[in-house]
């Protein structure tokens, strides 16, 4: 089954529904592989990182159950994955409407929608490719979902907070330009339906580009949603309110911090309206600091050390630039060096939520 926990109760909830599409069984490398028409499901082979990124997903979701984080508890989580419960079409299709039922239930319940899998674009679309595509090669598009419509059309889901994630190429080919393609909608579109009141959609590619992530690990779209839902974005105040509006204006920050060993370029949108708070975290994360010297040359001279509300903390000189995780706030930064002909320095910095790159770098002075 693909429902793995459930608890609906009288009251708003949070209802999750996560799709990972690795194993495609008529595609290049699939266990029934056919010969197919299309170049785009020529193209078209096996994933093991989507399906790491939803069990990963499914991971957080539920360790913020655990920890009490979620404002609206959670009611139900929807995993259709490999060897859980293959996210063809048709299953696909019952999952969607089993969630919205419940997403309806309340108008202050939270909708979470997470998908990871092949995509490619149209202009005005984007389609989520399903485990079953390429089973009938003269037409696999009945195997795919048009998220664009379906998003448009979940607006008429009661739930007046709704998060839809989408971890997958937009690629447009050739031949699918070229072709008139007719991929039947999942849901009907209300065009007289407003928008829900708080609407967070993120797309893990821009329009005509691709996703990444690392073979056998999880996508980098990933690593930067778990960011968001960590707190990397929350504002410093006496409590952790993570909200749709911290995803926007942080979304590619987390994304060039999970990629910045790897050479691809890959970038979000995201798009909100009126701004909703989803969950509170126990405590803030803590910031990434990074300590070092110009020129590098000084870093085994010198040592370092942090004071301010968390403490302080020295260490000695290595050969390496220091990284410490501290609480967010302003901290007084000294370095003192085992040799004369370098000037020691102290001097303050305002360290911030982590979901940048902070560095404190101290220009020697001979």
Known sequence: ????????????????????????????????EKVQTFALAKGLGQLDSTVISAHAFYDEVMALQT??????PLGSVELLTD??????????????????????????????????????GMPQEQYLVLSDFG????????????FSATRMAFHACRAKTQLFFVDACRSVTADVMRNTIVVPNVDVIDNLQSECIHNLTVLGSAANEQAFGIKGGTSYFLEAILSGLRGFGAENGAECI?????????????????????????????????????????????AELEL?????????????????????????PEVAPWKVKIPAGIYQMSVNFTVPHYQNKTDFKKVVAPGIRQIFNVKVEL
């Open 83 to 120: 060897g859980v419960e293959e996210a063809t079409r048709a299953n696909v299709e019952r999952a969607y409407w089993e969630w919205k039922e419940r997403c309806s239930s309340h108008e202050d319940n939270v909708a979470v929608f997470y998908y990871a899998g092949h995509g490619f």
């Open 67 to 72: 920890s009490s984080s979620w404002i609206s």
């Open 292 to 316: 070092d010297c110009i020129p590098a040359d000084a870093v085994p001279l010198a040592s370092f050390t942090y004071m301010g509300a968390a403490g302080s903390q020295s260490r000695a």
């Open 242 to 286: 993570i909200s749709t509006a911290d995803f926007p204006p942080n979304i590619n920050n987390w994304l060039s911090l999970a990629q910045r060993k790897d050479s691809s370029a890959q970038r979000c949108t995201a798009t909100i309206n009126k701004p909703g708070n989803f969950i509170k975290l126990p405590k803030h994360p803590d």
């Open 135 to 146: 089973r009938f090669p003269a037409n696999p598009w009945n195997s795919c979902i048009p």
């Open 1 to 32: 089954m693909a429902i793995r926990f459930k608890d609906i109760k009288p009251g708003p909830q949070t209802h999750v529904m996560i799709i990972g599409v690795g194993h495609y069984p008529y595609l290049t490398g699939g266990d029934e």
